[in-house]
């Protein structure tokens, strides 16, 4: 009896070392390896997996940031700009360039004048004029008068009086009027592949050591229109009227526009010349010809329509 619980006492002590021995080597293992812990994953990052890859510098605040599947951080490189669009996108500058498609005017940060004016070498270069077609003229109900080859159209019956210049004021030169030095007030202004100075309404270019005034070119552009300027209505277009020039408003500044025919206004500045075409007696001034006619009893002027016979005749 007494042999046998020896023999038990003895195989627990054993089976005690044994499992002290199996805790020492496993703790020294442990350690080895560097697991001290176990902390939600032994250092996996996201969760799972613990795989961690260089992700770059990712601009507008995107930084380094887990995949959410895997625990895995890919490289999300440097995200250009929003203009740019890799595969086919090209560099848009606000929608304005299309690759394949040329360059979108309206698109982008290019501003097109409008009316059909556009400018010739950039920004501030002279300006190519096209015919201005944005008023409706209505059709003509009387017969055009016919003289010498031409067909002279107008709405108001022909009403002589006498031709008398109009005066706008004493800073009003005529065409021809020489002046040796310009005022501060003059400045620059281009059109056709010409320079002018403009100074109220009149313009003035170089010669004999002085200045002369002339006729501006059509596409001349000026910021403020002169003293003393009438408003012309015809159709649904608006003009503006100064001693014999029109002018449209461009929204930004006004230009010089061919004469609109059909419009009626009541004064000519002076340098008129008179055209007779049989019995009738035109003015003529900057190669627009005025009709004489009344209005309300008020002596007036139209700006006439004038074709060759051999030229297609307006409806």
Partial sequence: MKS??????????TLSLSLLLICVSH?????????????????????????????????????????????????SGARPGVG????????????????????RPGGGGYHRPPNAYRPIGGRGGFYGHRPFIGYHRPFYSRSPYFWGGRYFYSYNPYFYHPYRPYFYGSFYHPLGFFLGSLAATAIIVNAADQQYYYDQGVYYQPRDNGYVAVAPSVGIHISTLPQGYATVNL????????????????????????????????????????????NIDYYQFNNTLFQPISVNGTNAYEVVQAQDQQQEQPQ
């Fill in 4 to 13: 046998n619980l020896s023999l038990i006492k003895r195989t627990c002590i």
């Fill in 27 to 75: 703790e020294f293992t442990l350690a080895q390896r560097g697991g001290g812990g176990h902390g939600g994953g032994g250092g996996h990052v996201g969760g799972g997996g613990g795989q961690m890859r260089s992700s770059g510098a990712r601009p507008s605040g995107g930084g380094m940031r887990p995949s959410g599947g895997g625990g895995q951080m890919r490289s």
């Fill in 235 to 278: 159709g649904q277009s608006t003009f503006y009227y100064f001693a014999g020039i029109f002018y449209i408003d461009n929204g930004t500044d006004f230009e010089v526009v061919d004469a609109p025919a059909g419009a009626v206004v009541y004064d000519l500045p002076d340098g008129c010349t008179t055209v007779h075409a049989g």
């Fill in 84 to 103: 740019y669009r890799p595969g086919g996108g090209g560099y848009r500058p606000g929608g304005g360039y299309r690759p394949g498609g040329g360059y």
